[in-house]
Structures are given as structure tokens and as C-alpha cells.
């Protein structure tokens, strides 16, 4: 697990407690290509890897918070702050993928 990229995902199990398929349906993708993606056999999209890293960042801030399972609790759970919807609500397009991880940073502050 060498890349920056795996790394990444790395840090979204271990503080996140987030499995593979989650980062996939989050970030618009198959778990298959985020497993690619993890052994270094290919490598995301640029806007893509963007939302991914916005994503470990606000799985970062949380950590300082929650235990990694209590973190990823609060990503998909419902929040006061978002009017009732989830930070990880799904949502289609690259736009609204970056808004959700931007209104999540906001609410995690």
C-alpha cells in the first residue's frame, strides 16, 4: 500500500471505520475501481481524488472527536445542521458530492 492514494483509504478504515463500498457509493464509483485504486492499479479521477481527499479530511477532523466507528456513524447518520439530511447523503454529480463533504467539514467544526 504505497501510494498516496491508498493511503487515503488507509486513514478513511482506520479513523472512519468505512468500508470500501461506502467510500465507493460516496465518491460516485464501483468498489472494484476503489480497490484498483488501493493496489495501486489505477488511480482516481482528478475531481474525484479531490472529493476523496475532502472526504479524509473531514474523516480527520471528526477522529480528533470520535472513535472511528462513531465517526462513520455521524457521516451517515441524519444532522441537525443539514436539515435533517446525512453528510453522506447520495447525491449524483461532482458538484453536489463536493457540496455534501463541504456542508459535512462545516457541521463537524
Not at 472511528?68 to 449524483?92: C, M, V
Request: hydrophobic fraction near 30%.
Amino acid at each position: 500500500m504505497g501510494s498516496a492514494v491508498a493511503r487515503k483509504l488507509d486513514s478513511l478504515r482506520s479513523k472512519g471505520a468505512m468500508k470500501n463500498i461506502e467510500v465507493a457509493n460516496l465518491l460516485g464509483t464501483r468498489p472494484e475501481t476503489v480497490s484498483r485504486w488501493n493496489q495501486g492499479k489505477a488511480y482516481p479521477h482528478p475531481s474525484t481524488e479531490k472529493t476523496l481527499l475532502e472526504l479524509e479530511y473531514i474523516v480527520d477532523q471528526l477522529s480528533e472527536l470520535y472513535e472511528p466507528d462513531e465517526a462513520r456513524h455521524w457521516i451517515f447518520s441524519p444532522q441537525k445542521l443539514l436539515n435533517g439530511g446525512a453528510p453522506a447523503a447520495d447525491r449524483t454529480g461532482d458538484d453536489s458530492r463536493t457540496r455534501s463533504c463541504r456542508s459535512a467539514e462545516r457541521v463537524a467544526r
